[in-house]
């Protein structure tokens, strides 16, 4: 059996596991397995309770947890409900997503994932998906390249960074991420930080990739329908896109984050807010982890 060594150190640990404030005969739900660092804190809290976790990569290695209560499904996350139910295991108790890509995804030169190492423009996490990164820069249309940087980067000047690729893939393909990273030092704005610049494209390119808002979005909405009435939603996000899904979905029960009511006034939500501000590592959590550093944790309990 192969195993996996520090394929990802988990984010907020302790934080994240007590927010599911765990019931030992519960079943939970870890959409994130990665190198099953949560799972195995899950674990450790049940007693005659089970645990189903996802992971669409196929790097994940479901075997580093033998144990009857667990059950390991490759797939991606969006899928919830559909396996619960086919498991006929709705209602659960708890829902813990680690959102993002883990170290092991980073720091595989051949995964694409970094623009640390120059590699094949790649950035799926399942890689039986067809679309790779390469393919959105080499035949996507300008007009797509400027949505998906300006929408999914958040980069000031995407209309530039979008022309540019455009021009240069007419010249030769842009094949590899060190193709990516000459064109992205000829956009960078004076005054703006080159490696923050440079992970905002790479971060636009692998949320179109994997089509992680959706996916999040579905999960969310997903989650309303398999939580038991008291059961805990546990959101470790890293960006503001993410945040802000998970920040509005609490809150409201929308992605708009304007709440409604019924006639008596009553806010018509789906769960109620354990922390209304996110939980961010501690500074010897983030000495220890620098990737954590941009985390913040969301808690929500099914109303």
Request: hydrophobic share 35%; charged share 30%.
């Amino acid at each position: 059996m192969e195993v996996i060594v520090d394929y990802h150190i988990p984010v907020l640990l302790k934080e994240s596991i007590e927010g599911l404030n765990i019931d030992p005969q519960g079943t939970y739900v870890d959409v994130t397995f990665g190198g099953g660092g949560h799972s195995r804190q899950i674990l450790k809290k049940l007693t005659t309770g089970s645990l189903i976790a996802f992971d669409k990569d196929p790097d994940t290695n479901p075997l580093l947890i033998s144990d009857p209560r667990f059950t390991f499904i490759r797939h991606d996350f969006k899928y919830l409900k559909n396996f619960l139910h086919h498991l006929d295991l709705i209602p659960v108790n708890g829902i813990l997503a680690d959102l993002g890509v883990s170290s092991h995804q980073f720091d595989t030169r051949e995964r694409g994932f970094s623009y640390r190492f120059d590699a094949d423009l790649d950035m799926r996490m399942d890689p039986d998906m067809e679309t790779t990164a390469q393919d959105i820069v080499n035949k996507y249309s300008e007009d797509d390249l400027h949505r998906i940087f300006g929408m999914n980067g958040e980069i000031r000047n995407a209309k530039t960074l979008a022309a540019r690729i455009v021009k240069a893939r007419s010249e030769s393909i842009v094949k590899t991420t060190g193709d990516l990273v000459e064109i992205i030092n000829s956009c960078i704005m004076r005054g703006d930080d080159r490696k923050k610049y440079t992970g905002q494209v790479f971060q636009a390119l692998r949320i179109s990739v994997n089509d992680e808002l959706n996916s999040l979005k579905k999960l969310l909405e997903s989650a309303t329908e398999v939580l038991a009435p008291g059961g805990r939603l546990v959101v470790i996000t890293y960006h503001s896109l993410e945040d802000r899904l998970v920040k509005n979905y609490i809150k409201s029960g929308n992605f708009t984050g304007k709440t409604e009511t019924d006639i008596y006034g009553n806010l018509l939500v789906p769960f109620r807010q354990i922390n209304r501000k996110p939980i961010e590592p501690s500074i010897i959590e983030v000495g220890e982890n620098i990737r954590a550093r941009s985390a913040k944790l969301r808690i929500a309990e099914k109303l």
